[in-house]
């Protein structure tokens, strides 16, 4: 299974951007695909979860209102959809696989390339 994160790209703060992560083989109902993200000099930190059989949603506190994560089954894609974006959330964005749900990076595995998404004026 390989997993390409895309959708990247500048944005002011305040502006939206949406990521998406496809899938190149189908994922099982009870994996859980998250998105991570690594800022310059930090750790990779969790963003958000979803399990791609029920759909139900797992977010950081500090993306909490502002980003949502969904799926699209057919299409194979998951999606990143982020709003009112801060300088903070600046880094690489990666996509992942789980076999439970877990805001621990070492559960996840596949990882994609990462996309980067700059916010800055």
């Known amino acids: 299974v390989q997993l390409q994160a895309s959708g990247g790209g500048l944005v002011q703060p305040g502006g939206h951007l949406r990521l998406s992560c496809s899938i190149s083989?189908?994922?099982?109902?009870?994996?859980?695909m998250a998105w991570f993200r690594q800022a310059p000099g930090k750790e990779r930190e969790f963003v958000a979860a979803?399990?791609?059989?029920?759909?139900?949603?797992t977010y950081a506190d500090f993306v909490k209102g502002r980003f949502t994560i969904s799926r699209d089954r057919p299409e194979k894609t998951m999606y990143l959809q982020m709003n009112n974006l801060k300088r903070e959330d600046t880094g690489v964005y990666y996509c992942a696989k789980a076999n439970s749900l877990s805001t621990h990076k070492g559960e996840y595995y596949n990882w994609g390339q990462g996309t980067l998404v700059t916010v800055s004026s």
């Open positions: 979803i399990r791609w059989g029920s759909a139900s949603t």
């Open positions: 083989t189908s994922a099982f109902s009870s994996h859980v």
